[in-house]
């Protein structure tokens, strides 16, 4: 399983519109993708109720995993669009 540890980027954290934000990317990506905190139950990623239920922080570890095929390059997309807190969804997610 491929995965990505990255800090979430955006100062709000991952709540309205920076989960909309990367739900959107994670839909797009075309594999499944699941979220969790550091320590926390993987989610699915492109549930925004999911996603909205992890309440992770700005500056907080999350994991991004994938067991799919094209996993490595998903997961690069979303970690960057995490770290660095992205306003917008990026053309190439």
């Known amino acids: 399983?491929?995965?990505?540890?990255v800090n979430v980027g955006w100062a709000e954290g991952l709540h309205a519109r920076p989960a909309s934000?990367?739900?959107r990317a994670a839909t797009a990506a075309g594999?499944?993708?699941?979220?969790?905190?550091a320590d926390g139950t993987p989610v699915n990623a492109a549930s925004m109720l999911a996603v909205?239920?992890?309440?992770?922080?700005g500056g907080e570890e999350?994991?991004?995993a994938s067991d799919a095929e094209g996993a490595d390059i998903?997961?690069?997309r979303l970690a960057k669009l995490v770290a660095e807190g992205l306003e917008e969804l990026p053309e190439t997610v």
């Open 1 to 5: 399983m491929a995965e990505r540890r």
């Open 21 to 23: 934000i990367f739900v």
């Open 31 to 37: 594999v499944p993708v699941t979220i969790s905190k």
């Open 52 to 57: 909205l239920g992890l309440g992770a922080k």
């Open 62 to 64: 999350i994991v991004l």
């Open 74 to 76: 998903a997961l690069d």
